[in-house]
């Protein structure tokens, strides 16, 4: 499989300079060049198949050509050792649970296989790779996670300072190793922007090789659309359209998911939930994209007021806005409209959803009115609704807690770094300050 630039489809590389790379020297993303469609026999018995088959078929279909199977089976058999249950809460509405994972976030499924990926491809250099990460939250931790005492490879998380929640921040900044959390006084918009130009910078890469684990990086997607397909072999009835709500910030989630329906998952609309960062909404409305200062909310993993996934969404259906909207809908929502959300699901279903999937709840019962032209129930019987929840709740317990007056049991993986000491360097949001650091600690 190649894998060409968005900002020149004559700029073509290989999946190993593409995952190593992370952004191509002309500042674009990569993307695949094509997307083989599974067959429909494969789609049509997917629930006879294992969550590691699935993923591993699907891994195939696009990487065969680059990655021998023997070391693709290895690679899915490390990193998707973890389930992904699809829990209902009624008849039409589902939760896609995607927090079972070591950091109890969706992105350790990316994560986890990019690190076994990257280590498999570097393994024959003789420089240490260095991966910069920039995270308003559960990336960092997943990707900390993921690469811990990963043999020749140097993690650099940059994160907004007060802007992640302290277990978040505790997860992220408490391995040490080789693993180094930098604290920018900033936005996570800063500190993607940081992470950016030090990729476009011709002498920073002379002196280093510098590579990212964001959904920047097209080896966290290829992996995040496997839970597509294992949310779908789950459903119990496969007859009715299916819906997906996303809860978007970056938008590499969504953007893995149109990705699952460009290889042949049957997916009727795919939802883009956003909090009051909703630039990707308003681009539906309008036609024109214009970013915005990320503001921040109780959903703070989705603070992101210039997703870098926009422009694969863009690329993937020629930049035609009418497509686009035929594909996807999105809406925003308040943080007191993301607390309301949490208080039915917890009294409607006895569910605990944590804010992020409270603002793809919300999304979800937003399109279902749309299609019923009245105020939805949320049980429609036409549709077969899946909701993404993208992190534990116990990860947002202050919140959560408070919102629904119920105690949340905390995961012992958690409890055990609450009390590890922070381990974090405070930087500005000026770009020669990371270079700096990089330079005088490589």
Same mark, same amino acid.
């Given at each position: 499989?190649?894998?060409?630039?968005?900002?020149?489809?004559?700029?073509?590389?290989?999946?190993?300079?593409?995952?190593?790379?992370?952004?191509?020297?002309?500042?674009?993303?990569?993307?695949?060049?094509?997307?083989?469609?599974?067959?429909?026999?494969?789609?049509?018995?997917?629930?006879?198949?294992?969550?590691?088959?699935?993923?591993?078929?699907?891994?195939?279909?696009?990487?065969?050509?680059?990655?021998?199977?023997?070391?693709?089976?290895?690679?899915?058999?490390?990193?998707?050792?973890?389930?992904?249950?699809?829990?209902?809460?009624?008849?039409?509405?589902? *939760?896609?649970?995607?927090?079972?994972?070591?950091?109890?976030?969706?992105?350790?499924?990316?994560?986890?296989?990019?690190?076994?990926?990257?280590?498999?491809?570097?393994?024959?250099?003789?420089?240490?790779?260095?991966?910069?990460?920039?995270?308003?939250?559960?990336?960092?931790?997943?990707?900390?996670?993921?690469?811990?005492?990963?043999?020749?490879?140097?993690?650099?998380?940059?994160?907004? %300072?007060?802007?992640?929640?302290?277990?978040?921040?505790?997860?992220?900044?408490?391995?040490?190793?080789?693993?180094?959390?930098?604290?920018?006084?900033?936005?996570?918009?800063?500190?993607?922007?940081?992470?950016?130009?030090?990729?476009?910078?011709?002498?920073?890469?002379?002196?280093?090789?510098?590579?990212?684990?964001?959904?920047?990086?097209?080896?966290?997607?290829?992996?995040?659309?496997?839970?597509?397909?294992?949310?779908?072999?789950?459903?119990?009835?496969?007859?009715?359209?299916?819906?997906?709500?996303?809860?978007?910030?970056?938008?590499?989630?969504?953007?893995? %998911?149109?990705?699952?329906?460009?290889?042949?998952?049957?997916?009727?609309?795919?939802?883009?939930?956003?909090?009051?960062?909703?630039?990707?909404?308003?681009?539906?409305?309008?036609?024109?994209?214009?970013?915005?200062?990320? *503001?921040?909310?109780?959903?703070?993993?989705?603070?992101?007021?210039?997703?870098?996934?926009?422009?694969?969404?863009?690329?993937?259906?020629?930049?035609?806005?009418?497509?686009?909207?035929?594909?996807?809908?999105?809406?925003?929502?308040?943080?007191?409209?993301?607390?309301?959300?949490?208080?039915?699901?917890?009294?409607?279903?006895?569910?605990?959803?944590?804010?992020?999937?409270?603002?793809?709840?919300?999304?979800?019962?937003?399109?279902?009115?749309?299609?019923? %032209?009245?105020?939805?129930? %949320?049980?429609?019987?036409?549709?077969?609704?899946?909701?993404?929840?993208?992190?534990?709740?116990?990860?947002?317990?202050? *919140?959560?807690?408070?919102?629904?007056?119920?105690?949340?049991?905390?995961?012992? *993986?958690?409890?055990?770094?609450?009390?590890?000491?922070?381990?974090?360097?405070?930087?500005?949001?000026?770009?020669?300050?990371?270079?700096?650091?990089?330079?005088?600690?490589?």
């Amino acid at each position: 499989m190649k894998f060409y630039s968005t900002n020149n489809k004559n700029n073509i590389v290989s999946f190993r300079d593409a995952t190593l790379k992370g952004i191509s020297d002309d500042g674009g993303l990569f993307m695949p060049s094509s997307f083989p469609v599974l067959p429909d026999g494969f789609i049509n018995n997917i629930s006879s198949y294992s969550f590691k088959e699935i993923s591993l078929t699907v891994a195939k279909n696009l990487l065969s050509e680059d990655l021998p199977e023997n070391v693709l089976s290895k690679i899915v058999d490390r990193a998707i050792n973890f389930d992904a249950p699809l829990i209902p809460l009624d008849d039409t509405i589902n *939760i896609l649970e995607l927090f079972h994972g070591p950091t109890l976030a969706f992105k350790d499924f990316g994560a986890r296989f990019m690190a076994e990926t990257m280590s498999y491809l570097n393994q024959d250099s003789n420089k240490e790779l260095i991966i910069l990460v920039a995270t308003s939250g559960d990336t960092g931790s997943a990707v900390a996670n993921g690469f811990y005492k990963v043999e020749g490879i140097r993690v650099v998380l940059l994160y907004p %300072g007060n802007k992640v929640s302290k277990t978040q921040e505790q997860q992220l900044t408490t391995l040490g190793e080789n693993i180094t959390a930098l604290e920018v006084d900033g936005t996570f918009d800063d500190c993607q922007r940081l992470v950016k130009q030090a990729f476009l910078d011709i002498n920073l890469n002379r002196e280093m090789i510098l590579s990212s684990a964001n959904s920047i990086n097209i080896s966290r997607l290829i992996p995040q659309s496997f839970y597509y397909f294992n949310a779908y072999a789950q459903l119990k009835n496969k007859s009715k359209p299916v819906i997906i709500s996303v809860p978007s910030g970056n938008f590499g989630n969504l953007t893995a %998911g149109l990705f699952a329906k460009e290889m042949g998952l049957p997916v009727q609309k795919y939802i883009a939930a956003t909090n009051a960062n909703d630039v990707f909404p308003e681009y539906l409305n309008t036609s024109v994209y214009k970013s915005k200062p990320s *503001i921040k909310t109780l959903s703070n993993a989705m603070d992101v007021g210039n997703p870098s996934n926009f422009v694969r969404i863009l690329d993937l259906y020629k930049r035609s806005h009418d497509i686009i909207k035929t594909i996807i809908y999105s809406r925003s929502f308040s943080d007191i409209q993301t607390i309301n959300a949490m208080k039915e699901v917890k009294l409607k279903y006895n569910y605990i959803i944590d804010p992020h999937g409270a603002v793809g709840y919300l999304a979800y019962q937003s399109y279902l009115t749309c299609l019923s %032209g009245r105020q939805a129930t %949320g049980n429609l019987n036409d549709v077969s609704g899946i909701i993404l929840e993208t992190a534990h709740p116990a990860k947002f317990a202050d *919140i959560v807690e408070n919102v629904i007056e119920t105690k949340i049991e905390i995961p012992e *993986i958690l409890k055990s770094c609450m009390n590890k000491q922070k381990l974090s360097v405070k930087i500005s949001t000026n770009y020669n300050d990371l270079k700096d650091y990089l330079l005088n600690n490589n």
